[in-house]
């Protein structure tokens, strides 16, 4: 058998966090949820119709001008002030996170990231031979005053700088943390001071269930210092494969000339953009928006009643959940022992960049039906009483 010489980062096979198991009821993946599919049939025949020299060809680098003005007046709302060249459109938000890496992390350079955080762009980042600088988090999000210790020690040492930091402000991903606006001053203070950029990635803002809204990182940023990435993939459609970046020309002309696809799809641009410039786009984030509320509080209520054990602090949006088990009880076991009940859960192992803690369980309400995640809780009480006993 021929013997294959791979690149380092191919070495291992592992499982996607797409594939799940035949019948298995899927509390860890952030799915959208299937009755609230939007129908695009219609944006669909018009673009193919209307638009076919358009939507047929390959796409420029850089996007449709139209989805990028239209992006502009999207992030308006949030107080993002931008222009379109300000605007490059992607393969979804992890697409952007690739690009970025590619711009400004060389092997060896450290990310900063939370710990706990997106597990998928860690990925990506350890694909570009990334080391990373753990920050914890708190109730209100990322410990700046902890970051801010640790740039001073690398400075005073002369040690190499971080270029990137990566985080979830809204709704975090696992945790489902807000960070506090008074930390997100200091850390883009700090992004200013020390030349560092800010990966803002921003999915779920729009899918908020309570509590006042809080500026984007982006909207504090007077000095170029923040890249924010966004995505219909949490608000109109995974499979649409569609997001953005909002930054300096500078930086979102080298982004571009880094993708090797020769633009992002035409077709679902146009699509895009017909639904943005009409209602139908806000309405169906308010339809998600409600729907997921419901899902969440079932989760909640169900881990109340079937994990007393576990400290889940409820998100006030979002689509992830993030619960702390005793210590001593490993996050591992039960995921591994849920799967022999017909649930999928993970556990908060991949989520942290270094050391793991071992007792966290990674959720997501978002794809089962409320009767599907109810069910699913109660077998995953079974599975943690199984663990415990056990052990």
Known sequence: MTSYRYARRAEI??????????GAIILNSGLAYPPLLPDVSMEAANAARDRTAEVMQYSGLMGLPDLREAVTGFVANDGVRC???????????????DLACRVFVEPGDRVIVTAPTYMTSMNHMRSHGAQFLPIPQDEDGMMTEVLEAKLQRLTANNERMPKLLFDVPDFHNPTGITMSLRRRRHLVALASRYGFIILEDDPYRRVRFEGEAIPPLKALDEKGVVLALGTVSKILSPGLRLGWVIGEPEIIDRMGLQKSEGGSCPFTQRIVVDLMRSNRMAEHIDLVAKRMALHRDVMVEALARELPDAKVRPPQGGYFLWAELPEGVSGE???DQAL?????????????????PGNFLRFAYSYPEPEEIAEGIRRLGIAYREVVAGA
Do not use: Q
């Open 340 to 356: 022999k009940h017909g649930v999928e859960v993970s556990s908060g192992r991949l989520s942290f960049p270094e050391d793991d």
């Open 83 to 97: 222009r379109p060249e300000n605007v490059l459109i992607t393969n979804g938000a992890k697409h952007g996170v």
């Open 333 to 335: 076991a039960v995921a």
């Open 13 to 22: 096979l592992g499982k996607s966090v797409f594939d799940h198991e035949p």
